[in-house]
């Protein structure tokens, strides 16, 4: 498994955020998929961790916008699979989101609040 030594954090969920997901490019191609299910299970500033009954493809030409909600406020991410692992009937997903400061600054405020809010 590949992390990142430098990252500040990561937030492990007690309980996994539902939410969704839909490819939106591949090949550098704009491509709008139908959504597919999934459980956000650890964030942190830079990408998360998720879970699906999917089987993606593990490739760099790949875009997901993965939307999800912390607290009252939905969260889109654009980003795309740095790793998959099988587990069990479904797979967990290393997601490691586009560079974007003030997406990072609002993940980290709401963790936060969710921290305050589920202690």
């Known amino acids: 498994m590949k992390y990142n030594r ?70 889109d991410l654009r980003g795309r699979i740095l790793w998959k692992k099988k587990s069990g009937s479904a797979y967990m997903y290393g997601f490691i989101m586009n560079e974007n400061e003030s997406l990072k600054e609002t993940i980290i405020t709401e963790l936060k609040i969710y921290r305050k809010n589920n202690q």
């Open 6 to 75: 430098d990252e500040a954090f990561r937030f492990i969920f007690d309980r996994p955020l539902s939410g969704f997901f839909s490819i939106i490019r591949v090949n550098n191609l704009e491509n709008k998929s139908r959504n597919g299910a999934m459980s956000v299970l650890d964030i942190s500033a830079g990408g998360l961790k998720f879970q699906s009954n999917l089987d993606l493809p593990e490739q760099a030409d790949l875009e997901l916008l993965l939307t999800f909600i912390i607290n009252a406020d939905e969260i």
